[in-house]
């Protein structure tokens, strides 16, 4: 599964931190709609002392749970983060001025998902482009919360305090290393797919009429 992401990551044009103990912090949105689950997954790899990969891998969600998308703070709607990279836009600092997350501290691109519904829209929001405190924290003070509800308005959320607990202290490491900056990267299966989904049809459309016809089998691989 990692080589499977230091691909998709690279195939972007994306950074790869390759440094001892340097994170890499890589969410991946599954390819999902519904709203209000912990279904997608924040990756934390990086390269011990040694050169080895370490990998974890832990339940989030990338997407606002439904209390914000009824009742958005932002009058054009609920920020949905958009996929990218979003090179040094983070740091360690206080989330809402309660407890140590990664905090937002360059801009991001969000859509906003203006129809007050329960329903996340990923196609047809509006793009936002700034400072509007799309963090990565937690959600409950204990164990494994079991719905996102409001405790995402935007931000990437972890579900299990424990896991939340570990990032922090793997991204304590790379401060000390490298100084209180972090690269977030998302990736969205669905435009994964896509874009697979588009290439495919474009190679088949550009091959020349011949005496037969062959008849391919592919399987999309998204992970």
Same mark, same amino acid.
């Given at each position: 599964?990692?080589?499977?992401?230091?691909?998709?990551?690279?195939?972007?044009?994306?950074?790869?931190?390759?440094?001892?103990?340097?994170?890499?912090?890589?969410?991946?949105?599954? *390819?999902?709609?519904?709203?209000?689950? @912990?279904?997608?997954?924040?990756?934390?790899?990086?390269?011990?002392?040694? *050169?080895?990969?370490?990998?974890?891998?832990?339940?989030?969600?990338?997407?606002?749970?439904? #209390?914000?998308?009824?009742?958005?703070?932002?009058?054009?709607?609920? =920020?949905?983060?958009? &996929?990218? &990279?979003?090179?040094? =836009? #983070?740091?360690?600092?206080?989330?809402? /001025?309660?407890?140590?997350?990664?905090? &937002?501290?360059?801009?991001?691109?969000?859509?906003?998902?203006?129809?007050?519904?329960?329903?996340?829209?990923?196609?047809? /929001?509006?793009?936002?482009?700034?400072? @509007?405190? %799309?963090? %990565?924290?937690? =959600?409950?003070?204990?164990?494994?919360?079991?719905?996102?509800?409001?405790?995402?308005?935007?931000?990437?959320?972890?579900?299990?305090?424990?896991? @939340?607990?570990?990032?922090? &202290?793997?991204?304590?490491?790379?401060?000390?290393?490298? /100084?209180?900056? @972090?690269?977030?990267?998302?990736?969205?299966?669905?435009?994964?797919?896509?874009?697979?989904?588009?290439?495919?049809?474009?190679?088949?459309?550009?091959?020349?009429? /011949?005496?037969?016809? =062959?008849?391919?089998?592919?399987?999309?691989?998204?992970?």
């Amino acid at each position: 599964m990692l080589a499977a992401i230091v691909r998709a990551i690279r195939s972007r044009t994306y950074q790869v931190y390759t440094r001892p103990f340097e994170l890499n912090i890589i969410g991946i949105r599954a *390819n999902s709609t519904t709203p209000n689950q @912990f279904d997608d997954e924040i990756h934390v790899f990086f390269k011990n002392s040694v *050169n080895q990969w370490i990998h974890y891998i832990f339940p989030a969600t990338t997407d606002p749970g439904t #209390y914000w998308l009824k009742s958005p703070m932002h009058p054009q709607g609920t =920020a949905i983060l958009q &996929q990218g &990279q979003y090179r040094d =836009a #983070y740091q360690i600092g206080l989330h809402k /001025g309660k407890y140590y997350a990664l905090v &937002q501290r360059k801009a991001v691109t969000v859509l906003r998902d203006y129809d007050r519904n329960a329903m996340l829209d990923f196609h047809n /929001g509006k793009p936002d482009t700034g400072l @509007f405190g %799309i963090n %990565i924290h937690r =959600a409950s003070v204990n164990g494994t919360t079991k719905t996102v509800d409001n405790h995402s308005a935007g931000c990437q959320v972890l579900a299990n305090i424990n896991h @939340f607990n570990l990032l922090m &202290q793997l991204a304590e490491k790379h401060r000390q290393l490298y /100084g209180n900056q @972090f690269t977030y990267t998302l990736i969205d299966k669905r435009a994964v797919a896509r874009e697979e989904k588009k290439k495919i049809a474009l190679s088949l459309a550009g091959l020349g009429a /011949g005496v037969g016809v =062959a008849v391919i089998t592919y399987k999309l691989i998204t992970r």
